[in-house]
């Protein structure tokens, strides 16, 4: 939505300033890029990096076949909890 909005001003901004000699004898000859030109790059921006982020931080997804179910997870926990309690010591006879 964003690059709808920003992205043809955007555009036309960055091309005028690069070379305002194309642009002379048309109603875009004045334009410069300014505040709003920078805002929207910097809006932009971020949202490129939000999304390349979101979609870098998703690839370390368990795949489904990796998956473990519910049954197979209480056994393990349980494994390790027997293992991890102290042995008690042996009862000597007298």
Do not use: C
């Amino acid at each position: 939505m964003a690059l709808v909005l920003l992205g043809p001003h955007l555009f036309l901004e960055l091309a005028v300033t690069l070379d305002p000699q194309r642009f002379y004898y048309t109603p875009f000859r004045y334009y410069r890029l300014d505040w709003f030109g920078l805002a929207s790059i910097i809006v932009l921006g971020i949202l490129v990096y939000y999304r390349v982020l979101r979609w870098w931080l998703s690839r370390g997804e368990a795949r489904d076949e990796d998956a473990v179910d519910d049954a197979t997870r209480q056994v393990a926990i349980v494994e390790r909890a027997k293992q991890s309690l102290p042995n008690p010591p042996a009862r000597r006879r007298v």
